[in-house]
């Protein structure tokens, strides 16, 4: 008769074994995740705006209006810095309206450069953070989003085409501090300035005010040089 030997492995060649299975499991996934035409991105925007750090002339019902994006091929975006700002950027940024927007996002999607619209709240008074998701695809990389500064003449948030799709790799995490914009329609100075309609219209800049309105130059506060808020960026699993 013949007699089979088992071989009986340590202990610790075992766990050895097992921890090394676990990290080529998460390996795998990872590259599943990055292999993916299409992910779904987790987007928290947090506001950094209040009184100590933007003290002049701080504005007593500060508040962001509801969200709206999409994400874009290189073809399309919705404003670009030193270019006039669309109708749809202007109502967004004087009212914090998204209808005309929504309709020009619908006009890039019907072009064929986009296929995914974000619209979704802002951040409320006397909130500090709103968390969204959205979809990204290899033909769609590139995000762009914005929210006014509210109250204010004709300020904004934004991101501009960022791409999260790079190296043939989806970005797994970024943190993006937000300037604030100025849509270049309104020639108002304070967060409460009366409408006071810019004629003709300048381009779009990074926000610089006098010390004694709001204090802000290239976007962030002159003394602090504090941001206004940040969105972070996560991909999900």
Same mark, same amino acid.
């Given at each position: 008769m013949k007699i089979t030997k088992q071989l009986t492995l340590p202990l610790s060649l075992l766990l050895l074994s097992a921890c090394g299975g676990s990290d080529n499991a998460s390996e795998n996934d990872m590259n599943t995740s990055q292999s993916l035409d299409t992910v779904t991105y987790e987007l928290t925007f947090t506001s950094t705006w209040? %009184?100590?750090? *933007?003290?002049t002339n701080y504005p007593s019902n500060a508040h962001f209006s509801p969200l709206v994006g999409l994400t874009h091929n290189s073809q399309r975006g919705i404003f670009t810095t030193g !270019?006039?700002? %669309?109708?749809?950027? +202007?109502?967004?940024? $004087?009212?914090? %309206?998204?209808?005309? #927007?929504? $309709?020009e996002i619908g006009v890039i999607q019907n072009l064929g450069h986009s296929n995914y619209?974000?619209? $979704? #709240?802002?951040?409320?008074? &006397?909130?500090?953070?709103?968390?969204?998701? *959205?979809?990204?695809?290899?033909? *769609?990389? /590139? /995000?762009? +989003? @914005?929210s006014m500064v509210a109250p204010s003449p004709d300020w904004f948030i934004g991101i =501009?085409? #960022?791409?999260?799709? !790079? =190296? !043939?790799?989806? +970005? $797994? &995490?970024?943190?993006?501090? /937000?300037? @604030?914009?100025?849509?270049?329609?309104?020639s108002g100075?304070?967060?409460?300035? %009366?409408?006071?309609?810019?004629?003709?219209? &300048? @381009?779009?800049? /990074?926000?610089?005010t006098n010390r004694s309105d709001s204090n802000f130059e290239e976007g962030v506060h002159f003394e602090t040089q504090a941001y206004i808020g940040n969105i972070e960026i996560k991909m999900m699993k």
């Open positions: 209040n %009184s100590s750090t *933007f003290a !270019e006039s700002a %669309s109708s749809g950027i +202007i109502s967004m940024a $004087e009212t914090g %309206s998204k209808t005309r #927007l929504k $309709e619209l974000i619209d $979704e #709240l802002g951040i409320p008074t &006397n909130d500090t953070s709103v968390t969204i998701t *959205f979809e990204a695809s290899k033909d *769609f990389p /590139l /995000l762009s +989003i @914005v =501009n085409s #960022l791409s999260l799709f !790079e =190296n !043939e790799q989806w +970005i $797994e &995490n970024k943190t993006v501090q /937000l300037k @604030v914009y100025d849509a270049g329609s309104d100075t304070t967060f409460k300035s %009366s409408d006071s309609t810019t004629t003709p219209a &300048n @381009v779009i800049k /990074l926000l610089s």
